[in-house]
C-alpha cells in the first residue's frame, strides 16, 4: 500500500503543476484600451521618411486597430485586424480585415502610444485608431470617383 502512495503522490503533483500550467497560458490579456478618433487631424500626414531611427520600428506591448474607413451607407466599413504599433497607419493605409497594408505616412497614434509604452513600462496597450477625412471631394463625389482620388 505503501508503495502505491509512493507512486501516486508524485503522479498527483505532475498533474497539479500540468493543471496549472495550461491553465495560466489560457489566460486572457489584459490591454490598457485606448480610442483615437477625428476627421482629417487624427488620419495621419507625417511622412516616415522624416522620422529619425528611434520612432521606425515596431512600438513594443502596443497593439492597433486601423478599421477600413468607408463613407456613409457604403458597406465593408470598420473590418481591420489588430497589429503591433509601428509607422504607416496614417492616410493611405489600407486594410482587407485579414492583413494590413502600411502605408508611407503616420498621425497622432505614433507618439501616443510610443509615449505611453514610455510612461507605462510593464502595461500593455491598445488603441482603436479612427479617422474620416472631411476633405470636400470626398464629401460631394460619387463613391466610385472616390477610390480614384
Known amino acids: 500500500m505503501r508503495s502505491i502512495k ?3 503522490f508524485p503522479a498527483l503533483v505532475f498533474l497539479l503543476v500540468a493543471g ?12 490598457q484600451l485606448y480610442f483615437l478618433g477625428g476627421q482629417s487631424n487624427m488620419e495621419g500626414f507625417g511622412t516616415n521618411s ?3 531611427g528611434e520612432w521606425l520600428g515596431d512600438v513594443d506591448r502596443v497593439m492597433i486597430f486601423t478599421g477600413r474607413m ?15 504599433l509601428r509607422p504607416g497607419h496614417g492616410t493611405g ?17 505614433l507618439s ?3 509615449q505611453l509604452a514610455e510612461l507605462q513600462p510593464s502595461a500593455k496597450i491598445a488603441i ?11 464629401m460631394i463625389l ?3 470617383a472616390r477610390t480614384a482620388l
Do not use: H
Not at 496549472?20 to 490591454?31: K, L, N, R, V
Not at 482603436?128 to 470626398?138: E, G, K, V
Open 93 to 109: 493605409f489600407i486594410t482587407d480585415g485579414e492583413g494590413n497594408t502600411l502605408s508611407g505616412r503616420f498621425g497622432p497614434e
Open 20 to 31: 496549472i500550467q495550461a491553465a495560466m497560458a489560457d489566460a486572457p490579456t489584459e490591454y
Open 50 to 52: 522624416e522620422l529619425s
Open 70 to 84: 468607408v463613407s456613409d451607407n457604403e458597406s465593408g466599413g470598420g473590418v481591420g485586424t489588430w497589429d503591433v
Open 128 to 138: 482603436i485608431n479612427c479617422s474620416m477625412t472631411s476633405f470636400w471631394p470626398m
Open 112 to 114: 501616443f502610444g510610443k
Open 6 to 8: 509512493v507512486l501516486l
Open 142 to 144: 460619387p463613391s466610385s
